[in-house]
Structures are given as C-alpha cells and as structure tokens.
C-alpha cells in the first residue's frame, strides 16, 4: 500500500466513523467514486469524501479528470436511523438507482430531464447501508439525495402530510409542509399562506389502516390529480379540467397501506377531495368479476397471476392509458408477483376512416387485435424492440385488445397508433370535459421510449419558463430548430406552442431539415 493509497483508507474510515455518530438530519460523508463512462466501467476515475449528496454540477463535471457528459458516480454510506417509516427524495439529471441495505427502492435509470423520484421505506432502529448510483449523458448534471422521517406526521390515525408547492408541477422543494385530517376542498382562492393561488400543486401522503378486502376509491378534482394506493397508480387524470370524479376498485391486504394523492391547479377555481369504501363480500366478487361494475372510461385492464392469461383476473380496473415502466416492481404490489404476470387490455375507439400503424414497445411478449383480427404476435421474451402491425379503419368504432405478458426481469410496455397518411390524429379534453379530436399534419415526434415527461418551455433554453409537457402517447408537430438543433419549437395537441429538447424526442424527419426559428 503506497502512502497516497494508505491515507485515502484513513479517510474513508475516519468519514464512515463519523457518519454513524450522526444523526439522520446532519449531513453524511459519503464515499463517491467517478467513471469517465456512462457503465461504472473498470477502476474509477477519482474517488473523494461528500458531505452529503447534493450535487448540481449545471454543464460543468464533479472534477477536472472527469469529463462534462457521459461520466457515472457510485455514492456510499452508512447512516444511523431511528425506526420508522423513511420517506427518501432523489433528484437526477440524468439516471439514478438508490438502494438501503442491498435493496433497490428508486429506479430511475434512464435519460431525463432533473426531476425528482420519492419513496417510502420502513427501518428498523440502527445503522443503515445506503447506496446511490448515477449517470450523465449530456447537457446538465444532478444527482442529489435527501429523505426525511414521515410517521410522525403520516400515521394510522388518518392524518395527511400535505406538501404544497408554488408550480403545477410538484418541482422542487415544497413552500409549505402541514398535516392535515382530509381531502375534501373547494378553493376559491389560495389555498394556504404564501400559495399562490393559480398554477399550484399539493402533494398528500398517508398510512390508511385497511382490513383484507376490495375497495373502491373516489376523488374529485379541477384541474390534475393522481391517486396511488399501496404503491400503484390507479387513477391518473393529471390534465386541464373542470371539476370531474372519478373511482378506481383496488383489491387490499390486510395491515396499513400508503396512499399518495398528487393534485395540481391551473386557474381559476381548485377542486380536491378524496374519499373510499369497502365492498361487502358478494359486492366484491361481483366488482372483480363483472366489468360493468367498474367505472371504465378508458382501457379495461384485467391483471392475472399467470403468464397466460388464465382463469379469473385477480384485479380489474381503469387504465388511463398503456405506457406502464413497472422496473422491477410488481403492478400490483401484495397482489401481484413482480414477474410471471400477464395484462388484457381492451377498448372501442371512435377512430377516423384511414390506415394505421399500430405500435408496442414490450419487455417480454404483447399481442394485439383490432376489430377481432391479430396484427401483432410476440407471445415470448423480448428485448424490448417496437412491435408493429397495421389495420385499416372504414366506419364506425374500432375495438382493440392488447394482451401483454411478463417473465422475468424489467417490466414495460408502451402502446399507441399514428396514421400512414402523414396525418396523426390525438384526442385531448377541453375546459368543459369534452373529447376534441385534432389532426396534425407534416413532421411529427413523440417522446423517446427511455423518458416520462418533457418540459416544453416558453423559449430555446432552460431559462425559461415551463408552459406544458410532453407525455408517452402524445405526439407533437415539429415546427423548427435553434441553430445548434438542440432545441425544436413544437406545437402541443391543443395548440400551445414552445420549445422542447431535440435529445428526447423521436421522429422520422431530420431536425436539421426543420427551418431556423
């Protein structure tokens, strides 16, 4: 062991000493290590001491050896906590896994824009292992890491951590943090002191005592709102909207069940609430068994325990959509296994007279049949390439039925259709709840298959203002380019028009065709 490498170890223990005699809330030295690659490939690149994770390194790199993109990080501590219930916030530019005691509880491993991805984590009194790893592809570069204790105010006596932030969006760190008993509000004005009170957003989280049984769930919302229920989306109406209900049937176990609600204004005024009840047991087998039961306003998804589609679902309900990236989690947490499940999913669509591509991204298997014919047919494991079939459409509704199958591993899938005309054809809600159909014609793009959400901005660049999304499934009408072609001026399905990041959008047409804005 030469000198340089001996005092190095002192430090390192010295700082892991140093992080157990902490407590949660101070600052924890982390061992941090540095690829000059995107794969954590060979030795590292240079190794130093963090006190705590909170790096925002803008277009610039953690250190001269390391390069401004496409570098990796691996983060490490051990930490001691209190027992309770964690909840641990990650914010990254670009991908990032964070794992407490060997276990991965946030996976984000994809390119994106900084955002930030939470979850809850229950620990025994004592000393915890923590470890993030992250990577850079291009452009800026974040990769932080906080949590905080939240049984204190989020517990089984039914009393909400309410989190509101002064953006539509839940970015950031919230202006204000209170408990509250309900989800029950109509606003006519800001919500809270120091609120404002249009273009907000509320995040309410909470431990909710069930006893076994199936359960109906029920908000209310204008504008956006999303509800999770033991860790899984069951209704995602996160839009523009008048104040509209809607209820999603969810089967429980037993024991004490996190419920997050995620709520945002625009204008005007702001509606929320929340409310659920417990079927009785012949009312329950008739909701898991009967889909006229069920509020089904969009895709009628039927989960089953097998890759095969067999026997009775173990759960039925509305999907908003399909574009699903459940990683390594179960659908279904306590009522799926996280492999070996399969998905039917069918509606009927007013879809105009035309051609039509039809398109899936699956890892493993999908298939898929309009009007009862098959155009898709991959019943296997899958490497996640685009699966595609086309169909024809010559009056009156189309049904179609996805059926996806999941092995082993990562689960995804992501569905969707484009005319072969040149023309794409989206639907979109207006102000009064209805369904719009809009046409968009000449060069188009969609967001990659790696992302989740892209900011649209008032101008080519980060500073400025955000003024929409764009979201899995939407697709966009490309406009033009900055003259670096890094960012495209694209106008959004009802109009609005801005700019967004060329590197997360995928078309046919060369963005350095488009004209010069």
Not at 8 to 20: E, Y
Not at 98 to 113: F, H, M, T
Not at 327 to 341: A, E, K
């Amino acid at each position: 062991m030469n000198f340089k490498t001996a005092i190095w170890t002192i430090l390192v223990a010295v700082g892991l000493f140093l992080v157990g005699s902490q407590p949660v809330e101070a600052a924890e030295v982390w061992t941090a290590q540095y690829w000059n690659n995107t794969t954590r490939f060979g030795e590292p690149t240079y190794t130093r001491l963090e006190s705590g994770l909170n790096n925002s390194w803008g277009f610039g790199s953690p250190h001269e050896s390391i390069g401004n993109d496409n570098f990796s990080a691996k983060y490490e501590t051990k930490t001691e906590f209190s027992a309770g219930l964690y909840r641990f916030f990650a914010t990254s530019d670009d991908g990032m896994r964070v794992y407490v005691d060997n276990e991965l509880i946030i996976d984000v491993w994809y390119q994106s824009q900084e955002h930030i991805t939470n979850a809850d984590v229950y620990l025994s009194g004592g000393f915890h292992a923590l470890r993030v790893e992250y990577f850079e592809a291009t452009g800026q570069a974040t990769a932080k890491l906080r949590w905080a204790k939240v049984d204190s105010a989020v517990n089984t006596t039914g009393l909400w951590q309410a989190e509101y932030f002064n953006n539509a969006g839940l970015s950031g760190e919230p202006i204000l943090t209170q408990t509250e008993n309900k989800i029950d509000y109509l606003w006519l004005g800001a919500p809270a002191n120091g609120v404002p009170e249009d273009n907000f957003s509320i995040r309410w989280s909470a431990n909710v005592p069930v006893e076994a049984g199936t359960y109906r769930f029920t908000v209310r919302a204008d504008d956006g709102i999303r509800l999770k229920v033991d860790g899984q989306t069951i209704i995602d109406q996160w839009r523009t909207q008048p104040a509209t209900t809607f209820s999603a049937d969810v089967i429980l176990p037993a024991g004490t069940v996190p419920v997050v609600v995620e709520y945002f204004d625009q204008t005007s005024q702001a509606v929320a609430s929340l409310n659920w009840s417990k079927f009785s047991s012949s009312e329950a087998r008739q909701v898991e068994n009967t889909a006229t039961s069920l509020s089904i306003t969009d895709w009628k998804g039927e989960y089953f325990a097998n890759t095969v589609l067999d026997g009775s679902p173990v759960v039925t309900r509305n999907d908003p959509s399909i574009n699903f990236n459940w990683g390594s989690s179960s659908p279904i947490p306590n009522v799926l296994n996280h492999n070996g499940f399969s998905v039917r999913w069918s509606k009927t669509e007013n879809i105009p007279v035309g051609s039509y591509l039809f398109k899936v991204y699956a890892l493993d298997g999908a298939r898929v049949w309009i009007n009862g014919e098959q155009i898709i047919n991959h019943w296997d494991t899958a490497t996640g390439d685009w699966l595609t079939g086309t169909f024809n459409v010559t009056e009156g509704t189309t049904d179609i039925r996805v059926e996806y199958l999941h092995q082993s591993g990562m689960a995804e899938i992501f569905a969707t259709w484009e005319a072969l005309d040149g023309t794409v054809v989206t639907t979109t809600t207006n102000e009064a709840g209805e369904t719009v159909e809009t046409v968009i014609t000449g060069p188009t793009a969609t967001l990659i298959s790696s992302a989740r959400a892209l900011t649209v901005r008032s101008g080519p660049g980060r500073d400025f203002g955000s003024i929409g999304y764009i979201t899995q499934g939407v697709t966009v009408k490309l406009l033009g380019r900055d003259s670096e072609t890094y960012w495209i001026r694209v106008e959004l399905p009802d109009g609005t028009i801005g700019w967004a990041s060329g590197r997360f959008l995928s078309s046919e047409t060369d963005f350095t065709t488009l004209d010069l804005q």
